[in-house]
Structure formats: structure tokens, C-alpha cells
């Protein structure tokens, strides 16, 4: 597993933000049965930057908290052999690994929901890449019946590694 992450958050992150990541991209992969080593790439940002990424991609003027990018359009969430029929679109051509796609985090809105929430902002960055995997796994919340199963998708995958409410 390569996961890539780029930091242009200009002020200090006080938590051990690399050890969340790789940990819950990690369990993530697990959890949705990926039968191959894969690569993720993700971008720690602040408001303005992720308002502007949101602007550019989606047409939504507004910063977020995260915004994920699949590089796999699945049939339906977790079906991954469909990615054999095609390798040369899916898989880097050097190291072998599928690559799932991109991640954009607002450090400002990990903090601001963490406060907002009344939890760490540990489980706040957690909760955000934990969400994103599976939009990188083919789920989407649309529907209220897709958000249900997110959300209890993302709620077993915190659990898992211990990231609580608390």
C-alpha cells in the first residue's frame, strides 16, 4: 500500500496526522476486501484552497471538508475485478498498485468540526478519510438508503481502530 500525502497546510497540525492517515486508508482497503496493493494520494489544505478545488471540480463556491476523487468508476461499490478488463487504466505501470485515487482534506474544517462535534480532531480526520475511502470504493450518499449504509460502513471502520466520539 503507497499512500502519498502532500501537506500545504501552512500552520502546525497538532495531532500525528500521518499515522491517522496511513492507519485508516490501511483498515479501509481491508475492510472493503481490495484484493490488490493499492495506491492513494492525499492533500492535507485549508479553507480557501479546498473552496477553490470545490469550485473548480464541482461548481460549489464554498469550502468543505473533504472532497474525494475515484479513479475507478465501479458498476457497484467494492466490485474490483472490474478494473482487470482494463489494467492500463487502473494500475501504475512501475509499481503494479491500483490507484484508488485522490483525497483533499481542510485541516481548518478538521478542527472547526471537531470543536462543532465535541470530539478530537484524532477522530475527526478519521471520520473524514475513513468517508472518502469508501467514495474510492464506489459508495456514494445520494439516496438516503446509500447514506445509511455509509455511514454505518465509516462508523465500523472507526471503530475498528478505536476512533470514538468520545
Do not use: W
Amino acid at each position: 500500500m503507497t499512500v502519498n500525502i502532500e501537506n500545504e497546510y501552512l500552520c502546525e497540525i497538532s495531532m500525528d496526522y500521518l499515522h491517522i492517515i496511513h492507519d485508516i486508508v490501511d483498515t479501509a482497503v481491508s475492510y472493503v476486501q481490495c484484493p490488490y496493493d493499492v495506491e492513494v494520494n492525499v492533500l492535507l489544505t485549508d479553507n480557501e484552497r479546498i473552496q477553490e478545488i470545490n469550485r473548480e471540480n464541482r461548481g460549489i463556491d464554498r469550502p468543505t471538508d473533504v472532497l474525494s476523487f475515484p479513479m475507478i468508476d465501479f458498476r457497484k461499490p467494492e466490485e474490483f475485478t472490474m478494473v482487470e478488463e482494463h489494467p492500463e487504466d487502473y494500475f501504475d505501470q512501475d509499481t503494479g498498485a491500483l490507484n484508488l485515487g485522490d483525497i483533499v482534506i481542510s485541516v481548518d474544517k478538521v478542527y472547526e468540526q471537531a470543536r462543532e462535534f465535541g470530539h478530537s480532531p484524532e477522530r475527526e480526520l478519521a471520520f473524514l478519510v475513513a468517508h472518502s475511502m469508501l467514495h474510492l470504493s464506489g459508495y456514494d450518499h445520494e439516496a438516503a438508503a446509500e447514506q445509511l449504509i455509509m455511514e454505518t460502513k465509516q462508523e465500523e471502520i472507526l471503530q475498528m481502530k478505536g476512533y470514538t466520539r468520545d
